[in-house]
C-alpha cells in the first residue's frame, strides 16, 4: 500500500508520446472521409444579402451549406445564443463564417470556396479596443456593451475623500493568441440517426448541446469523442463547439464523414484570444502605506459576440483589486463589442490583464509613498480573516505573505536593492528587479459550480481494475496521470497501474463539467476522491474487511463486488456545500470556494540602444495547496510563466484597417523560444485545503496573472519611469517616451 | 507540371522505396506514403519544428524540405526511429520523467532535435532546441533533459575508456 499523493510519477502518456506514437486526429484516417472548409466574410461589418456560387465548375462530389440549409437553430450556444453557425443577413467579423464546402480533395474543396462571391453592404466597422474605450467614455449605456458587472463595498467616494494620498493609473494590454502547437481539428462521423464528433478539445459537454441544438438532435444523439489534444490553453474551450457545428453540419448534407482542419494561419487569424483591455485604478491609500479604497474600471474587449466574455469578466471584475485589503470598493467592469473575432478563454481568464493594471499600481503607490514595494505589499496583502472586494471571509488556506516572503528571500531582493545603483550609472544596459504578487480563485466563479452539477463516475472492472469516467480532458496538463493518483490513493493506496482515466467520450462518461477554471484537480479531484471512498466502504463490506484494516487482496475484493459481471460502477454528485454564499447580481459572498496563491520576482535587463528587454531570471513561489504530483505542478508553474513571458514582452498582435490580425503566422507572432528562457526559479508550498483532494487547489492558471507587472516593475526600476502596456515590445517602449536616456 | 517521382531511402533503419508527386514536401511523403505520423505540421512554413527529421545526420524541417531532391540512399530519421538508436530509450525516458512531455505535439520534433544534439555534445541545449517551438513546458525542463542524458552518456564513454 502506497501513499500516491505527492509522487512525482512520470505521465502515463508521456512515453507514448516521446515515441512519436500518440495519434492525434490529424494522424488518423478516417474510412471515406471529406474535408471541410470555411466560407469567410471579405469585410468586418455590413449587410449580406446573397452567396452566388461559379456553378460553371463541376460540383459533383463536392457539397456545400449555408445558413438556410442548417436544421436546427443557427447558433453556436454557449452563455447566450447570439452568435450564429453560419451568418446571415449581418456580418459583424472579418472572416465570419458565412458557408461551407466539403470534398475528398482538400485542394479541391478551398478552389471552389474560393469562388463564392458575397453580396454585401459594408458599414463601418468598430476594430480596436481604443475607439472602443472612447466611445464607452463618450456614451457609457450605448448599445456597444456586451456585459456589465459592478462591485461595490463600503462607500468608496467618501473613502477616496478622506484618503492621504490618491494614485491614478490607466494599464493597457493587448491581445494574446494561444499558439496551441497542435491547430484546431474536429471530425464529424454520421452514424445511422445518430452523429460521432472527434476532436481536439476541452469540453465535450459544452460541444455536445451546441452540435445538437444546431442539428436538431437530441443530445444524446450526439456522441462527443475527445481525441488526444496537443495544447489548448483555453483556446478548445468554447471555439471546437463552432467547427464541430460546422463539420456536422457538412457530414449529414454528405453523409460521409468529415474532418476540418486549420493550418497555422487560419487558426491564428479566426480564432479566440485573450482580451484586450483597459484598466483605469484611483487608489486611496493613509500616508503609513495602508490601502483604504479602490476604484476600478474594467474594460474588456469582448469581439463580436458574447461567447465567453460574462464570465471572463467577473472573474477580471472580482480579481481586480488584487491580492490586498480594501476597506471600501467600487468597480465597474464593462466588456465592450467590437467587429473582432470573438474573444475568449485563455488561461488566467481575464485576471492576466487586472493583474497588470494593480500589481504595476502598487509599484506606482509605492514610489509616491517613498516606500520599499515588497514591504507595501507585505503591509496590505490578504491574510487569513480577511475579506475580499466581495465580502467573502477567508477562512482557510491564505499564504499570498508567506509566497512573496519566500520569493523576496530566493531573489536576495534586499542585496540586489543595493548593489543596484551602482552597476546602472556605468553601462548601456540597465538593470531591474520587479515584483508582483498574484492569486486566481479556483473552479467557478459564484454560483458556477452548483450549476454545472458535476458528476463523477468509478468502474470497477476484473482483476481490480479501476477506471474513472468523467469528462475532464488531458490537454497535456497532467489529467490522466494525477486523477489517478488521487484515486489510487483513495482506495488506500492500491497500485497506480491499476487505475486508468481515459480520453472522456459522451458516452460513457458522466458530465464532470468542462476543463476550464484550474478546477479539475480541485472540484473533479475532490469529487472522484469522495466517491472512492464509497467504492472503499463497499469493498470493505463485501470483503469483511474491518473499518480500520487495508483491503488483503484487492482483485479478490473487487471480484466479490463484480459477482461475475463485467463492471460495476458507483458515482457521486456535486453538492454545494452550505457555507458558500453567492449573489450573482450584486456581485456578493463567496466567489470561489479557494484561492491559489502567488508571487514572483524578475530580474531584467534592458539595452538602451535597442531598448530590448532580457529577462534574467525568474523567481516564483506558488501555494496552489497539496501538489498531488509535483513534477507536473512544477511544469504547469514553468510553462506558464514563460507563456505570460510572451504576453509581457513579444505577443503583439496589430489590427489592419480592414479588421485582420497583421501577425497571423508564426513568422510575426512571436512566442518564446528556448533561447528565450530565463532562469526559473520555482518553489511550491503547501497550504492545504480542507474541501480539495488529499489538501489540493487549482494551479493551471495561476502562473499566468503576475509575470507581466513583475517585469515591468522590473523596467521601472530600471528606466525611472513605466511602461503601462503590454506587450513591452521595443517600439511601445520608444511610443511611451521611454527611450534615449543611455545614463551613461 | 507534377510528375511521379520514385526513391529509395533508408528511413530509420530500413530500405524503403517510395513514389509521390515531384512537388511533394517531405512531410507530406512521411505521413501520407510512409505512414509516419511522429512528424507534425505545426506551421507549414519552418517556425514551430514539430515537422523535424534528420537528413543524412542534419537537423531540418520536412515541410520545407521538398521530396523529389533527396537522392536514392538518403538516410531520414524520425521521431518513430529514436526508439532503437543507441541514446534513444534514454532520451525517451529521461524526458518523460523530467516532465518534459506535456500535450506531445512538439514532442516528436523535440526528440529529434536533442538527439542531434546527443551526436552534437558542444551546442549548448538551449541553442540546439531554439528552433522547436513548445507552448506548455517553458523549456527548462527540455534543456534540463538534454543536459542529464548527456552527463549520463559522457559518463558511459569515459567509463567504455578506462
Excluded at chain 2, 531532391?69 to 534513444?88: F, H, K, M, P, Y
Aim: hydrophobic residues 40%; aromatic residues 6%.
Amino acid at each position: 500500500m502506497r501513499n500516491w499523493c505527492g509522487e512525482p510519477v512520470p505521465r502515463v502518456d508521456g512515453l507514448d508520446k516521446a515515441r512519436g506514437r500518440t495519434v492525434y486526429l490529424g494522424d488518423q484516417s478516417l474510412d471515406g472521409a471529406l474535408f471541410g472548409v470555411l466560407v469567410r466574410s471579405p469585410v468586418a461589418k455590413g449587410r449580406l444579402k446573397k452567396i452566388y456560387w461559379d456553378e460553371s465548375i463541376d460540383w459533383s462530389g463536392l457539397f456545400r451549406v449555408e445558413a438556410e440549409d442548417i436544421p436546427g437553430q443557427n447558433c453556436v450556444s454557449i452563455i447566450k445564443k447570439d452568435m450564429p453557425c453560419l451568418a446571415f443577413d449581418k456580418i459583424m467579423y472579418l472572416g465570419e463564417p458565412v458557408a461551407l464546402v466539403a470534398s475528398a480533395d482538400l485542394g479541391l474543396a478551398r478552389s471552389a470556396a474560393l469562388t463564392a462571391k458575397q453580396d454585401i453592404e459594408p458599414e463601418k466597422p468598430l476594430l480596436d479596443i481604443r475607439q472602443a474605450v472612447e466611445k464607452y467614455r463618450q456614451e457609457p449605456q450605448s448599445d456597444g456593451l456586451i456585459h456589465s458587472i459592478d462591485i461595490e463595498r463600503g462607500d468608496v467616494q467618501n473613502a477616496l475623500a478622506s484618503s492621504d494620498l490618491i494614485v491614478d493609473g490607466e494599464y493597457w494590454t493587448g491581445p494574446q493568441e494561444h499558439v496551441y502547437l497542435e491547430p484546431q481539428v474536429v471530425a464529424a462521423i454520421p452514424r445511422g440517426d445518430k452523429i460521432e464528433i472527434l476532436g481536439s478539445m476541452q469540453c465535450p459537454y459544452y460541444v455536445r448541446p451546441a452540435v445538437a441544438l444546431a442539428l436538431g438532435m437530441p443530445d444524446e444523439n450526439i456522441i462527443v469523442r475527445q481525441t488526444p489534444t496537443g495544447g489548448a490553453f483555453g483556446g478548445k474551450e468554447d471555439f471546437p463547439s463552432s467547427i464541430a457545428i460546422h463539420a456536422a453540419l457538412l457530414a449529414q448534407k454528405a453523409h460521409a464523414p468529415v474532418k476540418i482542419i486549420f493550418d497555422r494561419q487560419e487558426d491564428i487569424s479566426f480564432t479566440t484570444k485573450r482580451h484586450p483591455s483597459c484598466v483605469k485604478l484611483k487608489a486611496g491609500v493613509k500616508a503609513d502605506g495602508t490601502f483604504s479604497a479602490l476604484e476600478a474600471e474594467v474594460l474588456l474587449d469582448g469581439g463580436a459576440y458574447t461567447t465567453l466574455s460574462p464570465v471572463v469578466l467577473s472573474r477580471a471584475a472580482i480579481h481586480a483589486c488584487g491580492p490586498y485589503r480594501w476597506r471600501d470598493v467600487g468597480v465597474k467592469a464593462r466588456t465592450l463589442r467590437t467587429n473582432m473575432p470573438p474573444y475568449g478563454a485563455f488561461r488566467g481568464f481575464g485576471a492576466p490583464q487586472v493583474h497588470f493594471a494593480i500589481e504595476s499600481h502598487v509599484d506606482e503607490i509605492a514610489a509616491r509613498l517613498d516606500m520599499d514595494p515588497v514591504e507595501l505589499r507585505k503591509k496590505n496583502l490578504l491574510r487569513e480573516g480577511d475579506q475580499t472586494a466581495t465580502g467573502q471571509v477567508l477562512k482557510e488556506s491564505v499564504s499570498a505573505v508567506a509566497c512573496l516572503e519566500s520569493v523576496s528571500r530566493a531573489a536576495d531582493y534586499a542585496a540586489f536593492k543595493k548593489k543596484l545603483e551602482h552597476v546602472q550609472s556605468t553601462r548601456h544596459k540597465k538593470y531591474g528587479l520587479g515584483v508582483a504578487s498574484f492569486w486566481h480563485g479556483g473552479g467557478f466563479t459564484g454560483a458556477g459550480e452548483e450549476h454545472i452539477a458535476a458528476e463523477v463516475a468509478i468502474d470497477l472492472m476484473e482483476g481490480g481494475r479501476v477506471q474513472v469516467a468523467i469528462s475532464s480532458t488531458e490537454m497535456g496538463q497532467g489529467e490522466r496521470t494525477t486523477i489517478p493518483q488521487i484515486a489510487a490513493q483513495a482506495l488506500g493506496g492500491i497500485p497506480l497501474d491499476l487505475v486508468s482515466c481515459d480520453l472522456p467520450d459522451t458516452s460513457n462518461a458522466p458530465d464532470s463539467g468542462p476543463t476550464v477554471a484550474s478546477r479539475t484537480i480541485m472540484m473533479v479531484g475532490a469529487l472522484v476522491e469522495s466517491c472512492c471512498m464509497d467504492v472503499l466502504a463497499y469493498l470493505k463490506k463485501v470483503s469483511k474487511t474491518r473499518d480500520d484494516e487495508q483491503i488483503a487482496d484487492w482483485p479478490d475484493a473487487v471480484g466479490r463486488a463484480l459477482k461475475g459481471r463485467p463492471k460495476i460502477r458507483f458515482a457521486k454528485k456535486y453538492e454545494k456545500p452550505p457555507d458558500l454564499k453567492w449573489n450573482e447580481e450584486r456581485h456578493v459572498g463567496d466567489a470561489y470556494a479557494a484561492y491559489a496563491w502567488g508571487a514572483v520576482a524578475a530580474r531584467v535587463s534592458i539595452d538602451m540602444l535597442t531598448m530590448e528587454t532580457t529577462v534574467d531570471d525568474i523567481w516564483c513561489t506558488v501555494d496552489a495547496g497539496k501538489a498531488i504530483n509535483p513534477k507536473i505542478v512544477e511544469g504547469q508553474v514553468q510553462g506558464g510563466l514563460v507563456q505570460a513571458l510572451g504576453y509581457a514582452l513579444f505577443e503583439n498582435l496589430q489590427v489592419s484597417e480592414q479588421g485582420a490580425f497583421l501577425q497571423n503566422r508564426l513568422q510575426n507572432y512571436i512566442v518564446p523560444t528556448s533561447m528565450d528562457t530565463p532562469g526559473l526559479h520555482v518553489e511550491l508550498i503547501e497550504n492545504m485545503y480542507s474541501r480539495g483532494p488529499f489538501g489540493a487547489k487549482g494551479v493551471g492558471e495561476l502562473p499566468m496573472n503576475g509575470l507581466a507587472p513583475a517585469i515591468r516593475n522590473a523596467l521601472r526600476q530600471a528606466l525611472g519611469q513605466a511602461p503601462n502596456r503590454i506587450p513591452m515590445i521595443p517600439e511601445n517602449l520608444v511610443e511611451q517616451g521611454l527611450a534615449g536616456n543611455t545614463g551613461g | 507540371m507534377e510528375v511521379a517521382v520514385n526513391r529509395r531511402w533508408n528511413v530509420n533503419g530500413q530500405e524503403i522505396e517510395v513514389t509521390f508527386n515531384s512537388g511533394d514536401r517531405l512531410l507530406d511523403v512521411l505521413r501520407n506514403d510512409l505512414g509516419l505520423m511522429g512528424a507534425k505540421e505545426g506551421c507549414g512554413e519552418g517556425e514551430c519544428g514539430a515537422c523535424s527529421v534528420l537528413i543524412n545526420g542534419e537537423l531540418k524541417l520536412s515541410c520545407l524540405q521538398l521530396a523529389a531532391v533527396l537522392s536514392d540512399g538518403t538516410a531520414i530519421l524520425t521521431a518513430e526511429g529514436i526508439e532503437n538508436t543507441r541514446q534513444g530509450p534514454l532520451l525517451q525516458e529521461t524526458a518523460n520523467r523530467n516532465g518534459a512531455v506535456q500535450c506531445g505535439y512538439c514532442t516528436p520534433g523535440m526528440m529529434v532535435a536533442m538527439y542531434w544534439l546527443m551526436e552534437h555534445p558542444k551546442i549548448p541545449a538551449g541553442q540546439g532546441l531554439s528552433g522547436n517551438l513548445c507552448r506548455c513546458t517553458g523549456y527548462k525542463a527540455l534543456i534540463d533533459t538534454v543536459d542529464e542524458c548527456r552527463r549520463i552518456l559522457a559518463g558511459k564513454k569515459d567509463g567504455d575508456m578506462t
